[in-house]
């Protein structure tokens, strides 16, 4: 009886057993794991997907390089894995990969990643931790290829991804436009001069042999003539830049993030962000805490972490001293351009 009764026992588990990865089969004389079954299958020979499966987007049909070519290293690889959450992880398979509803377009050094990591704790937005460059770089490798960068979402979650060039990429108003109109675009702004200085910074610790700031900033400094076809001062001319994109999208449909307010009232932006975007506003301060050793705000727990979370060691170096007669003559160049932008998205930002 024994031995009948252990048979049916080891029959009836043999289901469940074969099920769980990393279970030893019992009575096969080793103790060799066993990897996930295969999904099951139809009578047709399809196969049978998890639910919450949502149907795929509809695939629908490069100027001058703005950026430092040393400092655009420090973007990751768009063929960099993105870290899932374990939530995300359990849901593996199912949902599916769609066309971004939401980009962050720019502006380089202004605080794109501090926003997209701040957005990643929300549990409706899935972002792409590389920044594609699909719009600028890669747009002859078509949206099929970039939509298979995108992570998989279920319904009601938005998938999101940034690259902060594309706010400078004569071409990408209108090839996101093609993509969708409905396209919800994200630019984060900071002090242009202070920009700059962070864009030189950044070009710096990588070329220590550079020249000057300073010599950089003029075409003659005799004169005082500042020389806009560097991209550090270029970048910060941001009323040029909105021009081009304002033909293609209406000023309703793009939200203007302040990155000095992402430092200092990291809860309040992301407030903004948030209704914009049409979440719920689930990012509040009991998220963040104030690093004082790096100046910036870091999060309590990250996505799919316990433990807080810092924005990494290229973030938040510290500037070279700069010639005070520059910095003031870079504030006058500025100022015409800043007023024009203030009246353009409504919203005074407070740098003059």
Not at 233 to 241: M, V
Not at 300 to 329: M, W, Y
Request: hydrophobic share 35%.
């Amino acid at each position: 009886m024994l031995c009948v009764w252990l048979y049916m026992f080891l029959y009836s588990c043999a289901g469940s057993c074969a099920a769980a990865p990393g279970l030893l089969m019992l009575g096969s004389g080793s103790r060799t794991a066993h990897a996930p079954p295969a999904l099951a299958t139809l009578p047709n020979g399809t196969p049978h997907r998890l639910p919450f499966r949502a149907m795929p987007a509809t695939a629908l049909a490069s100027g001058k390089e703005i950026a430092e070519g040393a400092s655009s290293q420090e973007g990751q690889s768009p063929e960099a894995p993105d870290s899932p959450s374990p939530i995300s992880s359990f849901f593996s398979g199912s949902g599916s990969k769609q066309l971004p509803q939401a980009i962050i377009i720019g502006v380089k050094k202004g605080g794109t990643r501090a926003l997209l990591e701040f957005l990643r704790v929300h549990p409706d937005v899935r972002a792409v931790g590389a920044e594609p460059h699909f719009f600028d770089r890669s747009y002859d490798k078509g949206l099929a290829w970039y939509r298979d960068l995108m992570p998989r979402t279920l319904e009601g979650q938005i998938t999101m991804e940034k690259t902060p060039s594309y706010f400078v990429t004569r071409e990408a108003p209108a090839r996101i436009s093609a993509m969708s109109k409905d396209t919800k675009l994200i630019v984060v702004v900071r002090d242009p001069v202070t920009r700059a200085i962070s864009d030189y910074t950044q070009t710096l610790s990588k070329r220590p042999d550079i020249p000057t700031f300073e010599s950089l900033t003029f075409k003659n400094r005799s004169t005082g003539l500042i020389d806009t076809s560097w991209s550090a001062i270029q970048i910060g001319i941001y009323a040029k830049h909105l021009e081009h994109w304002l033909r293609h999208f209406p000023v309703g449909q793009m939200l203007f993030v302040s990155g000095e307010r992402l430092i200092s009232d990291p809860a309040g932006e992301l407030g903004r962000v948030q209704d914009f975007l049409g979440l719920k506003r689930i990012i509040t301060d009991k998220h963040f805490y104030f690093n004082k050793t790096k100046g910036f705000p870091c999060l309590k727990k990250a996505e799919g972490s316990s433990k807080p979370h810092c924005l990494g060691k290229t973030k938040g170096r510290t500037h070279p001293e700069i010639d005070r007669e520059v910095v003031q003559r870079l504030r006058e160049f500025y100022r015409p351009f800043n007023l024009k932008f203030y009246q353009m998205t409504g919203h005074d930002f407070g740098w003059d």
